[in-house]
């Protein structure tokens, strides 16, 4: 009794320190994060952050310099290509570490050990997906590999050096907000940086959806409505380039796909995402002010803080170049040299088939390929919660690759033998070294390294533009392409049919490309490749032209370019799609005698095209042709039963020449048939009632397209406050000027190639810093909201002088 | 006396120690000097709150950017009554019950047990 008297006070002491020293729950650990002498304080930076600095390493061999410009970006200086790639590695992890072991636990699906439950299926699916186990045979395979294992092992143990170092204080805020710490870096860790990559670029497919389709109206509805190739199209190579190989037989069997199924297949694989997306162009001597090529890029994906991009110089005597790297990545990704710059856009062709699968029993032990029982292979997976909480899931495996996960009812066949889709990825393909490419264009000299380099990629397979100071512009969409029959994947495969398996690959030198073709420019913006002269089966869907289609439009008129004109097209707003399809739709509306849509339809009649921030028009329109699309579709395809939409082009083809098609009835309505126009006026008048609920109603500003756009930025691990929204730019879906709400633009570049010392401009929406108590953290976002470019500073060597550095930091062999 | 003695070897020991360093430091200061129980609550806890609210508030002043408001908004997400209270406000008032109650319960718990021992 007295015990307590005397030391209840004391007792409640040390539970407090212990309850406030861990995070509980969704909550994080309170006293260290608010504590001004370890917590979130700590991360705050100033002046005095940013002096010059001595450090000694154990792990580089000779002095190293890290020259910093005015915008933080790292012009590293080394003497051989090992430090180099530590130093890569150090002034990375500097930066970036949190987001860095970020991106590997998505790829790993480990997000529960740091989040804890609530990222239990996203986890799950990531698991299911396989691309931890074909990172740590990816990374198995590498260590044969000469070349990459050294920059591998270079760049993780400049990561480890950083790690080695940090302490609690230093480190970034996410990790003190979520209670836990950096683990070492590894070249597996790298590769799973890369899985993550290739999940964004290729990790969707409609084939469920399409069987859907197939199921419900057959295969002459869907030959109609979803044709392999659109009606209006600008493919990447030019029509007309002519193919100078012999392709490769491929033989298309008798059945097609998996046979019916008794319900619809709902598998949530995500259908590949339109927004993700890029531009890149090149224009040759002959449309350059300078007679040399200029070449841009522009990679569209999701908009997070802290960028996926990271800007940096690097240089040895082997090398030196400027351009992002991908944090967690060694080497340099988009970018240039003295003498050549490249690009890349997404190919998005169909590399993710689905096969159904007959198993032979409950547990899944055999399934059925060739007429044979084949053994499947179990792995368990181990998702360890934040709590320490241990949950388990088997992931079977055939030879197609993993099973994913299948809502739909086990007993697709038969009660006792039990049906499943395997997938058949591009991801999971362990062979080749894709950080090579990297490497050899990084050093590249000409047109023939370029094509050298482009040989060792495997996937996501890019659009990989170059321009020379030798004046040659080229473009290949690149990586290794399945060797398919046409329509291949389109539909869920039989995975019991030998004959459905991948055939093999296409030849490398295959690939589509083009060298220095007579228009004077090369360009891609992920449509088709090819037009379908092109002997092989990429895909039967692409993204849609729009923005391909203004881009080689404006390429076409442009005379004596300069950076500022290709600058221009970056920033460029008009919308093709609205070109094509509202001279249609605006008389439709002028039959109305409803009052209510008038000055509405007024503003639209008005509109220049332009999907600008402060064009009421272009909110409309884009909130309109979504609605109008779901109008015509949504009945017969509906999205809840995981049915496809056709596509915008097909779609506008039919408004524009079958204006009677039965697909224009709204079939939920008993009594009455719709017709075109019932549509059109119907959908224009629900948009604007949406519009008028979430805006209130229609004045200049508060429907202004920027403001409604509303385009964010988010936090890569979604801390509000840790975001920016509210971003007042233009552009939009399909728009070259790529921003929509969450997605756009994440790093303009453009080069001017010269024989002397080529000109580089450049940003991204974010800043080099991942701390966001840092003003690096954001400081390029305004300016490219703007559209502006910055010059960037590519040093010819580590003496050059410029008023752009600001600090030196010097690295050193520990003695 | 105490909270200049709490102030100045609490703020050492918490510039290089872990963030509760505070709490055996007002401990053993309070045990030495306090004469009551509350004597030493009220002491620490004041001791502890100045230390903590004074380096943030130096913290804060110098740095390009607040992470207090930042850090403000993760916990209110910008939205709700929370978000009407002015952040800084809001976030020295975590720390400041946080120190108050490490702060305080350390320095009342150094009175209390040396009056075990005696």
């Not at chain 1, 739909?408 to 950080?435: C, Q, V, Y």
């Not at chain 1, 008129?557 to 609205?578: E, T, W």
């Not at chain 1, 400081?779 to 960037?792: F, I, P, Q, S």
């Not at chain 2, 963030?19 to 030493?40: D, M, Q, R, S, Y």
Request: charged fraction near 20%; proline fraction near 6%.
């Amino acid at each position: 009794m007295r015990f307590i008297k005397h030391f209840w006070s004391y007792l409640v002491m040390v539970g407090l320190i212990y309850l406030l020293h861990n995070p509980i729950g969704m909550l994080p650990p309170l006293g260290r994060l608010f504590s001004p002498f370890e917590g979130f304080l700590q991360n705050s930076t100033n002046k005095s952050t940013l002096l010059d600095q001595n450090l000694d390493l154990e792990g580089v061999k000779e002095e190293v310099k890290v020259i910093y410009d005015v915008n933080q970006v790292p012009h590293i200086f080394a003497n051989n290509e090992d430090d180099l790639y530590f130093a890569q590695g150090y002034v990375m992890a500097k930066d970036r570490i949190w987001q860095m072991e970020f991106y590997t636990m998505v790829a790993a699906g480990r997000l529960t050990e740091i989040v804890g439950e609530r990222a239990l299926e996203y986890d799950r699916y990531n698991r299911r997906l396989g691309m931890a186990r074909a990172a740590a045979k990816i990374a198995e395979n590498l260590k044969s590999d000469p070349i990459s294992s050294k920059i591998l092992d270079a760049y993780t143990n400049g990561v480890n050096s950083y790690i080695a170092q940090i302490d609690y204080k230093n480190l970034p805020v996410e990790y003190k907000i979520l209670g836990y710490k950096p683990t070492a870096w590894s070249p597996y860790k790298t590769i799973l940086m890369l899985m993550n990559m290739r999940n964004t670029l290729n990790g969707g497919s409609d084939d469920f959806r399409m069987s859907n389709v197939v199921d419900e109206y057959g295969l002459d509805t869907v030959k109609d409505l979803f044709p392999n190739y659109p009606a209006e199209e600008s493919p990447i190579i030019p029509v007309g380039t002519p193919w100078n190989f012999k392709p490769l037989p491929v033989t298309t069997p008798s059945k097609v796909m998996a046979g019916k199924n008794d319900d619809k297949v709902i598998v949530k694989i995500p259908s590949p995402a339109p927004e993700i997306g890029s531009n890149n162009w090149a224009v040759g001597g002959a449309k350059s002010a300078t007679g040399l090529p200029i070449l841009s890029n522009d990679p569209h994906l999701g908009l997070t803080l802290p960028s996926i991009w990271y800007q940096m110089q690097l240089s040895c005597p082997t090398v030196n170049v400027y351009g992002v790297a991908l944090p967690g990545c060694p080497g340099i990704v988009i970018g240039y040299n003295k003498d050549i710059a490249w690009g890349v856009t997404n190919v998005g062709s169909d590399v993710m088939d689905f096969y159904k699968i007959r198993f032979n029993n409950p547990e899944k032990t055999h399934y059925m390929y060739n007429n044979k029982w084949t053994p499947t292979t179990k792995y368990t997976e181990e998702f360890r919660l934040k709590s320490g909480k241990i949950v388990k899931d088997t992931l079977i495996y055939t030879h197609h690759g993993p099973v994913v996960y299948n809502e739909s009812k086990e007993s697709n066949f038969n009660k006792n033998a039990p049906a499943g889709h395997a997938m058949r990825w591009i991801a999971l393909e362990t062979s080749g070294s894709d950080l090579m490419i990297f490497y050899y264009l990084n050093r590249a000299k000409n047109y023939d390294d370029y094509r050298k380099a482009l040989t060792f990629y495997t996937a996501p397979a890019q659009n990989f533009i170059f321009a020379s100071n030798q004046n040659d512009i080229a473009i290949t969409p690149n990586g290794k392409l399945p060797l398919k029959w046409k329509e291949q994947g389109k539909f869920i495969l039989d995975g019991s049919m030998p004959e459905h398996d991948w055939q093999g690959w296409i030849p490398a030198e295959q690939n589509p490309t083009v060298k220095n073709p007579p228009r004077g420019f090369v360009s891609s913006a992920n449509q088709f490749s090819a037009d379908p002269t092109y002997p092989y089966y990429l895909g039967w869907k692409f993204a849609a032209p729009n923005r391909a289609v203004r881009i080689n439009e404006r390429l076409t008129a442009m005379k004596n370019a300069n950076a500022d004109s290709l600058r221009s097209i970056l920033n460029d707003n008009y919308n093709v799609a609205a070109r094509r399809i509202l001279p249609t739709l605006l008389p439709i509306l002028e039959t109305s005698k409803d009052a209510s849509i008038a000055p509405a339809r007024e503003i639209m009649k008005k509109w220049d095209l332009m999907n600008n921030p402060d064009a009421v028009g272009a909110t409309i329109y884009e909130r309109w042709v979504k609605e109008l699309e779901n109008w015509i579709w949504e009945d017969e395809f509906p999205s809840k039963q995981f049915m496809l939409h056709p596509t915008e082009d097909r779609t506008f083809e039919m408004i524009k020449k079958q204006s009677t098609a039965k697909w224009f009835d709204n079939k939920n309505t008993k009594d009455k048939v719709e017709t075109i126009n019932d549509i059109v006026l119907g959908s224009f008048k629900a948009t604007l009632d949406s519009l008028t609920l979430h805006n209130g109603p229609l004045t200049p500003e508060t429907w202004a397209w920027a403001k409604v756009k509303n385009t964010s930025i988010s936090h890569l691990g979604k801390i509000p406050g840790f975001a920016r929204s509210g971003i007042m730019n233009g552009g939009g879906r399909g728009i070259v000027n790529a921003t929509t709400e969450s997605t756009g633009p994440s790093w303009r570049m453009v080069i001017e190639l010269d024989k002397d010392w080529p000109r580089g401009y450049g940003l991204y929406p974010g800043g080099q810093s991942g701390n966001v108590g840092s003003k690096y953290y954001d400081n390029m976002v305004d300016k490219w909201a703007a559209g502006k470019l910055d010059t960037l500073v590519f040093m010819k060597n580590k003496d050059e002088k410029s008023a752009k550095l600001t600090r030196t930091m010097t690295i050193k062999p520990k003695k | 006396m105490l909270y200049l003695l709490i102030l100045i070897i609490g703020g050492i020991a918490s510039y290089f120690g872990p963030w509760w360093i505070i709490a055996p430091v007002a401990l053993a200061l309070c045990w030495w000097k306090a004469k009551t129980p509350k004597e030493g609550y009220l002491v620490s806890a004041a001791a502890t709150v100045s230390l903590w609210i004074g380096y943030a508030t130096f913290l804060n002043a110098t740095a390009d950017v607040s992470l207090v408001d930042k850090v403000a908004e993760m916990f209110t997400g910008g939205v709700g009554f929370l978000s009407k209270i002015p952040k800084i406000g809001l976030v020295f008032t975590v720390m400041t019950l946080i120190a108050t109650a490490i702060g305080g319960f350390a320095g009342m718990s150094g009175v209390q047990m040396r009056r075990y021992f005696k």
